[in-house]
């Protein structure tokens, strides 16, 4: 750098500096041409100013928009949404509640498709966290209906199992043919784990949940293959005259709690579900369990260690909420919809102290772009 600053410098005083006096015997150096410039280039056009929204004005109807679409007034939701601001679709009550919440709990389909095709949000949260799919699924559930959620306690090292899992799946099959309110999930034990080999589907969790139902509900040693009935109830797994003796007294009572669980869309392609309760408790918890039916695997250590077993409800992942009443919370899973797999994800509202089963709801998980939809 210093080198060439020095020989620019020397160049300035060998071509002279400003209008001084050149040397008489240097001739006058070259003219270099210069190209004239040309036109400063134009600024870019400036975006135009947004025109401000017009809203459009006229009378408002005397029917509330929430009571139109509670009798399917389609008529008069028309005259709400061509006078009111844009979003007024989603306008909420006191209650947090849209007009597709209405429109969903008085069943009325036309008026739904309306308030969809002019932008309803179908996944509106009300004050207690419900969707109107929600609404309708609630009241379908209602409290008078039935039900029998039976939890297997199993582990694919316990050489008693295996006809205890086909006890459950053959119960599966039985509700689904009746179409009969009895969902079943299988809890994988962790305390047959050791050594160099561990059930694929066993944690800690699961077996502390058992304990918990000797130490509140029943007395004696847990085991496996052990069977509970809403909680009530608990047989030898495998033992099928006290498995249906159990799920046919209590579907004999009626549910205490309205719960739902729906599928909904998730931006990062994993499970979620929406899960309500509704109705009267306190010291309860709202529990989601992603159960997988199918499975086929050879076991390579345990006592069934060289066995191919098939299982169904198979408890993938577990989560559970204290609540202090009616509410709808959203559970996410790691795991992702795959129409190869069968998946379903079973919600139920569980007292604390008792163990007792207030009620309970199951969806079927689906891989689609959207996993529900409009009213049918």
């Known amino acids: 750098m210093e080198r060439f600053l020095s020989t620019l410098f020397a160049t300035a005083l060998l071509t002279g500096y400003g209008s001084g006096e050149r040397a008489s015997n240097t001739s006058p ?42 009798d399917g007034d389609i008529e008069t939701v028309r005259q709400h949404l061509a006078v009111q601001a844009p979003g007024y679709v989603d306008t909420p009550n006191e209650s947090g509640w849209t007009p597709l919440h209405f429109s969903y709990a008085k069943g009325q389909t036309e008026m739904s498709r309306h308030l969809l095709d002019n932008g309803a949000n179908y996944e509106a949260r009300n004050k207690l966290g419900q969707a109107p799919a929600d609404i309708l699924l609630l009241k379908k559930n209602h409290q008078n209906s039935p039900f029998a959620l039976v939890e297997l306690f199993t582990s694919e090292s316990c050489s008693s199992c295996p006809p205890a899992e086909r006890l459950t799946s053959e119960i599966r099959r ?44 029943f007395s004696g040693l847990y085991y496996t293959p052990q069977m509970i009935v809403n909680g009530e109830y608990q047989t030898l797994g495998h033992n099928r005259a006290n498995a249906y ?20 869309k998730d931006e990062d392609g994993v499970i979620a579900v929406n899960a309500c309760a509704l109705g009267k408790f306190e010291n309860a918890a709202l529990c989601v369990a992603l159960v997988e ?24 992942d577990f989560q559970y ?8 919370i ?39 772009g959207q996993a529900s939809g409009p009213m049918q």
Not at 245 to 264: D, E, M, T
Not at 293 to 316: A, Q, W, Y
Not at 352 to 362: K, P, T, W
């Open 29 to 70: 150096p070259e003219t270099i041409p210069v190209e004239e410039p040309g036109p400063e280039p134009k600024p870019p056009p400036s975006a135009p100013e947004p025109e401000p929204i017009q809203y459009p004005t006229g009378p408002v109807p005397d029917v509330d928009i929430h009571q139109a679409a509670a």
């Open 174 to 217: 039985m509700a689904l043919a009746k179409r009969l309110r009895i969902y079943c999930v299988s809890f994988h034990v962790d305390y047959f784990d050791g050594g160099s080999w561990t059930d694929g589907f066993s944690d800690a969790g699961y077996s502390a949940r058992q304990r918990a139902y000797e130490f509140k509900r």
């Open 245 to 264: 003796g159990a799920i046919n007294r209590v579907l004999k009572k009626p549910a205490k709690v309205n719960v739902s669980v729906r599928q909904v």
């Open 293 to 316: 039916n199918g499975i086929r695997r050879k076991i390579t250590g345990g006592e069934n260690k060289g066995r191919t077993l098939s299982m169904d409800n198979i408890v993938l």
């Open 321 to 328: 909420l204290e609540i202090p009443g009616a509410t709808g």
């Open 330 to 368: 959203e559970f996410r899973f790691a795991e992702k919809p795959d129409a190869k797999r069968n998946m379903s994800v079973v919600a139920f509202v569980q007292q604390i102290d008792s163990m007792s089963i207030l009620g309970a709801h199951a969806t079927p998980i689906r891989a689609l």
